[in-house]
């Protein structure tokens, strides 16, 4: 079974400037997620996706950071324009459901953004 | 509020020695508690969840709500655990995941 895909793996940018992460889930997984992981934290729940709705994102800094599942399969995070303290691993997880054992996360290599 | 709790950075033992990996949460309710791990180079995977009860490469977890913790336990740590831990709360659709705590098994 092919694993999360996640591209770039590597990105550096300037502050101000856009940039847009992509994530292709484990194939037949309703549910996606986006984390934030600052160095030496661990990962901060941005957005989570139930096929393509919304189900939360509390913590995903809207005037900045926006996301989209649109057929309901592979997502794209956009940041824009970035700030220094968006340097981090964006990391992107599927799972099957959101209740018992569906909840196991499955998790891409992660996005390493460097903003100067 | 932090919801997870790892109080330890960096934890260090020598094979064959019992290892405790501390986890406190504040929740109110049920939660679902999860350990997490990532070897050198790997992605983050699942080691264990509260629910299965179930015992992953030799590591156990237990639930206490009294003292609302879940540490993971090991009897005898072997090199190849050296890993980055990290202990997460589920509650409904958010996660919440402790900030880590790095294993050296030393030989």
């Known amino acids: 079974e092919a694993g999360v895909a996640q591209s770039p793996r590597y990105k550096i940018i300037e502050k101000r400037q856009s940039v847009a992460f992509w994530c292709n889930p484990i194939s037949g997984h309703a549910t996606l997620y986006w984390y934030q992981q600052i160095l030496g934290q661990g990962p901060k729940l941005l957005i989570q996706?139930?096929?393509?709705?919304?189900?939360?994102d509390s913590q995903l800094p809207k005037d900045r950071f926006s996301a989209e599942r649109l057929k309901g399969v592979d997502s794209t995070l956009k940041i824009q324009p970035a700030k220094l303290e968006d340097s981090a691993v964006y990391l992107c997880?599927?799972?099957?459901?959101?209740?018992?054992?569906?909840?196991?996360?499955?998790f891409g290599p992660g996005t390493r953004l460097l903003v100067l | 509020a932090q919801r997870v709790t790892q109080p330890e950075k960096l934890l260090s033992v020598f094979k064959g020695a019992p290892v405790e990996l501390k986890c406190n949460y504040s929740y109110s309710g049920s939660p679902e508690l999860f350990w997490y791990v990532q070897y050198s180079r790997q992605r983050l995977q699942l080691l264990l969840r509260?629910?299965s009860r179930e015992s992953i490469k030799g590591f156990t977890a237990d639930l206490n709500k009294g003292e609302t913790s879940f540490h993971l336990k090991k009897p005898f740590a072997q090199e190849e655990d050296s890993a980055m831990y990290y202990c997460a709360l589920g509650n409904f659709n958010k996660f919440y995941f402790g900030s880590g705590t790095k294993l050296n098994v030393k030989p």
């Open positions: 997880a599927s799972s099957l459901g959101t209740s018992g054992g569906l909840k196991t996360q499955y």
């Open positions: 509260h629910i």
């Open positions: 996706f139930q096929n393509n709705g919304v189900v939360d």
